[in-house]
């Protein structure tokens, strides 16, 4: 289709989506959204993919008015939602999931460096994007808490102040009937549900360099492989204050295997999904407290149930990672933003190469600046400069739907005082 057309059926598509969004708050998501797909199809021919030739034209007129990414995802129709996005229909999860795709294929034409600098962490992701995200994820923890006294599942929330491993159990009734009474409640609740969402490559630098130095706290845990190697029981966390954990880990661990280590339950900076500005930790980030029968598996369970009606999945289940596979280890508490992350997910794909550049420039920089402050010569990612592509592209895509689950006698809380923390 010309583009002389499509830009007024775009233009169209905005203005019905306003209308939509003031007349009927409850379900403004789909009539536009479909239309959208529609548009998509007819001026793209299938969702856009990095060079496009649709996608090249509109971003030259965006181009020609000198417009910024905010102003270019405002104009394609990507805004803070008004009201809770609902996806229970999969269409409009794929939908949703296209008109990102599409938006960031505008992008790697008028801003292609700051769109790879948004997905390897050195760029802050587009306020549209966190907003969305951050949006969604409120909706659905609000539909959990507002559960607390419906569901047969037995939920309790966790409230987190600051960075902490795992924060405050609270009295779930008492809380939930506070939610829903008290406007000024919901937002002091909401805060502090989750540990962390989106995370720069700097910071997460930080966190790698301490691990692969066996510096400060307690993190990640001992793998099989590696209690083998130095005689300790396997699942206990590192302690850098071990003398034996030190030995371990500094004398008889390759340079190769301690990135391993650390990759079980941490990123390396530049591949985090953090970055992205898609994703949230819930409650704890304690693998312990999400087992079955542990005190956060009917939260869990819940979780499988629901997430995807408000566009969220599990990414890291682990199974990719089975059978000594590169990847992360399961993650019962990270949840990612469908429409955004898989968008972002395709476009790596899809642009390797260019990735791969910024990533490997990147970590040349950490590496430097570390290593200048240090006076040494450290290499501190060639592992995953050789693997990266692994611990982005091995997840878990979202499950058919389950089925229901009982609900268990409730189990005790533990408390735990050792670290887990900075997951991928
Ligand atoms: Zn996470």
Redesign the pocket.
């Known amino acids: 289709m010309s583009w002389s057309l499509c830009v007024p059926l775009y233009a169209i598509n905005l203005a019905m989506k306003g209308l939509v969004i003031n007349r009927h708050p409850t379900n403004f998501s789909r009539l536009p959204l479909t239309l959208f797909a529609l548009i998509l199809t007819l001026c793209h021919g299938s969702p856009v993919q990095g060079g496009e030739p649709g996608s090249e034209q509109l971003a030259r007129s965006f181009s020609e008015r000198k417009l910024g990414p905010a102003e270019i995802l405002g104009e394609l129709g990507i805004e803070a939602p008004r009201s809770c996005l609902d996806f229970t229909d999969r269409d409009v999860l794929d939908a949703r999931k296209a008109r990102w795709a599409s938006a960031i294929a505008v992008l790697n034409h008028t801003h292609p460096d700051q769109l790879v600098g948004w997905i390897v962490g050195s760029t802050p992701p587009p306020k549209a994007a966190l907003r969305e995200a951050e949006f969604q994820k409120d909706c659905l923890l609000a539909a959990m808490i507002g559960d607390v006294n419906r569901s047969p599942l037995r939920l309790r929330v966790i409230l987190n102040y600051g960075d902490v491993f795992e924060g405050e159990v609270a009295n779930a009734r008492q809380l939930a009937s506070r939610f829903e009474q008290t406007p000024g409640w919901r937002r002091r609740i909401l805060s502090h549900l989750t540990?962390?969402s989106y995370r720069d490559a700097k910071s997460q630098s930080h966190i790698w360099m301490r691990k692969y130095l066996f510096e400060g706290r307690s993190f990640n845990i001992v793998s099989e492989q590696a209690g083998e190697r130095c005689g300790l029981p396997a699942g206990q966390t590192w302690k850098p204050e071990s003398s034996r954990h030190h030995r371990c880990w500094k004398e008889q661990l390759s340079p190769e295997e301690r990135e391993r280590e650390i990759l079980h339950a941490s990123s390396a900076p530049g591949i985090s999904?953090?970055h992205w500005g898609s994703?949230?930790?819930l409650f704890s980030l304690n693998p312990n407290s999400f087992t079955d029968g542990a005190p956060l598996n009917h939260d869990y369970q819940w979780m499988t149930q629901h997430a995807l009606n408000f566009g969220f999945f599990q990414p890291y289940r682990g199974e990719k990672a089975k059978g000594g596979h590169a990847g992360y280890m399961e993650?019962r508490?990270?949840w990612s933003y469908l429409p955004l992350a898989q968008a972002i997910h395709d476009f790596i794909a899809a642009n390797e190469t260019r990735v791969e550049r910024a990533l490997n420039h990147q970590w040349d920089e950490f590496e430097a600046r570390s290593n200048r402050w240090r006076r040494a010569k450290i290499a501190y990612f060639p592992f995953v400069r050789s693997r990266w592509r692994d611990y982005v592209f091995n997840i878990d895509l979202p499950p058919a739907p389950t089925v229901v689950a009982e609900a268990e006698p409730e189990p005790e809380l533990e408390a735990r005082s050792d670290v887990l923390s900075n997951?991928?």
């Open positions: 540990q962390s999904r953090h994703e949230f930790d993650e508490w990270h997951e991928p």
